[in-house]
């Protein structure tokens, strides 16, 4: 999920967690979860009725295959957290994704059947709708909603019910106190439109990703209008959230009008060798103990539903702009539209 901070965009913030549901374990199935078992079905989707059937077969596999948006150092430790709760696990292997043409690539196996060496894969917010047909189609959703996996309900796709959330995008605001004092940064995102910012006083990214996460609180006309008057106040143009906070951090320049931290979003794939695994590995990520670990080696990394995490707790309390699964398929138009408000200029034909 991308999330961004309406106002004191400098400073700390959260959304507080409603609840976390237990796992069902063994026992007769209650007429409920029969009733949603028996819905889910006549969708087209793979309902469980108790968390043990699903353990009881990721046993028979004892292998899992998973591709990541997360950095290296947290592999070791969630793969021994996995391994400590299900002992049967034998071979577990990580491999990291990172960058557009990776995910390009992979998109391009995963259609022509030569992606099925992977259980799990990330599904980058760019390509959101490419991911979707070539993904299993359980029905997480309905099996957190009833406790048979310990998987807060708000990480997952409300209408595909197969994609999980795990991870939080926090959009920050990045300043050199050596070139502006910190009573002089925006409070908020306006701020960013007085007059003594006009001229070279920021620098704004011409992939617009930070300012398209504020449409899901403003909408999407304000938003663009907003853009046009962020460009309007003629700001330095920046490419790559690495490079600039770097040069803010060395001084080139006071302001950087957002950068953030990676949303992972995760499926399992329709020709994974190992899905029971796979949905077992989607549920140790989203509980609490997955949770610690990518707070502890990413920061501000876990998910704003995890109770305790650090993005969940330096956004409390804040009024937040949320880009969550209903704005998930409409994020690069709102990113195209924004872009086009900015007014660079076109080649000639």
């Given at each position: 999920?991308?999330?961004?901070?309406?106002?004191?965009?400098?400073?700390?913030?959260?959304?507080?967690?409603?609840?976390?549901?237990?796992?069902?374990?063994?026992?007769?199935?209650?007429?409920?979860?029969?009733?949603?078992?028996?819905?889910?079905?006549?969708?087209?989707?793979?309902?469980?009725?108790?968390?043990?059937?699903?353990?009881?077969?990721?046993?028979?596999?004892?292998?899992?295959?998973?591709?990541?948006?997360?950095?290296?150092?947290?592999?070791?430790?969630?793969?021994?957290?996995?391994?400590?709760?299900?002992?049967?696990?034998?071979?577990?292997?990580?491999?990291?994704?990172?960058?557009?043409?990776?995910?390009?690539?992979?998109?391009?196996?995963?259609?022509?059947?030569?992606?099925?060496?992977?259980?799990v894969t990330d599904a980058s917010l760019d390509f959101a709708n490419e991911y979707i047909p070539y993904l299993m189609k359980y029905d997480i959703l309905g099996m957190a909603k009833h406790g048979v996996l310990r998987i807060e309900p708000r990480m997952v796709h409300p209408a595909e019910r197969n994609m999980v959330s795990v991870t939080s995008v926090l959009t920050v605001i990045p300043y050199n106190r050596k070139l502006i004092s910190e009573d002089k940064v925006p409070a908020k995102w306006e701020d960013f439109l007085k007059p003594e910012f006009k001229g070279k006083k920021f620098v704004l990214d011409v992939r617009p990703l930070q300012v398209a996460g504020l449409v899901p609180a403003w909408?999407?006309?304000?938003?663009?209008?907003?853009?046009?008057?962020?460009?309007?106040?003629?700001?330095?143009?920046?490419?790559?959230?690495?490079?600039?906070?770097?040069?803010?951090?060395?001084?080139?320049?006071?302001?950087?009008?957002?950068?953030?931290?990676?949303?992972?979003?995760?499926?399992?794939?329709?020709?994974?060798?190992?899905?029971?695994?796979?949905?077992?590995?989607?549920?140790?990520?989203?509980?609490?103990?997955?949770?610690?670990?990518?707070?502890?080696?990413?920061?501000?990394?876990?998910?704003?539903?995890?109770?305790?995490?650090?993005?969940?707790?330096?956004?409390?309390?804040?009024?937040?702009?949320?880009?969550?699964?209903?704005?998930?398929?409409?994020?690069?138009?709102?990113?195209?539209?924004?872009?086009?408000?900015?007014?660079?200029?076109?080649?000639?034909?």
């Amino acid at each position: 999920m991308r999330i961004t901070v309406l106002n004191r965009i400098v400073g700390s913030f959260t959304l507080p967690l409603l609840f976390m549901l237990t796992p069902t374990h063994a026992g007769a199935a209650s007429p409920s979860l029969l009733q949603a078992k028996k819905e889910a079905e006549a969708k087209g989707y793979i309902f469980f009725t108790t968390h043990d059937e699903i353990v009881a077969m990721a046993k028979n596999e004892g292998k899992l295959v998973v591709m990541t948006g997360l950095e290296s150092p947290n592999f070791r430790p969630l793969i021994n957290g996995f391994k400590q709760k299900y002992l049967f696990f034998t071979d577990i292997q990580i491999k990291e994704i990172s960058g557009t043409e990776a995910f390009q690539r992979f998109i391009l196996e995963m259609k022509s059947g030569k992606g099925n060496d992977w259980d799990v894969t990330d599904a980058s917010l760019d390509f959101a709708n490419e991911y979707i047909p070539y993904l299993m189609k359980y029905d997480i959703l309905g099996m957190a909603k009833h406790g048979v996996l310990r998987i807060e309900p708000r990480m997952v796709h409300p209408a595909e019910r197969n994609m999980v959330s795990v991870t939080s995008v926090l959009t920050v605001i990045p300043y050199n106190r050596k070139l502006i004092s910190e009573d002089k940064v925006p409070a908020k995102w306006e701020d960013f439109l007085k007059p003594e910012f006009k001229g070279k006083k920021f620098v704004l990214d011409v992939r617009p990703l930070q300012v398209a996460g504020l449409v899901p609180a403003w909408g999407l006309e304000r938003t663009v209008d907003f853009a046009r008057k962020l460009a309007a106040q003629q700001p330095v143009w920046g490419r790559g959230a690495t490079r600039v906070t770097t040069a803010i951090l060395n001084g080139e320049y006071p302001l950087y009008v957002g950068t953030n931290f990676s949303s992972i979003n995760r499926g399992i794939l329709n020709t994974a060798d190992h899905p029971y695994a796979a949905l077992l590995w989607l549920e140790f990520l989203a509980s609490p103990e997955g949770q610690e670990i990518i707070d502890k080696y990413e920061p501000l990394r876990a998910s704003v539903f995890a109770p305790g995490s650090a993005t969940e707790q330096v956004t409390r309390g804040k009024e937040l702009s949320v880009v969550d699964w209903g704005h998930f398929t409409k994020f690069q138009d709102y990113v195209g539209k924004i872009f086009a408000a900015y007014g660079f200029p076109k080649a000639d034909k």
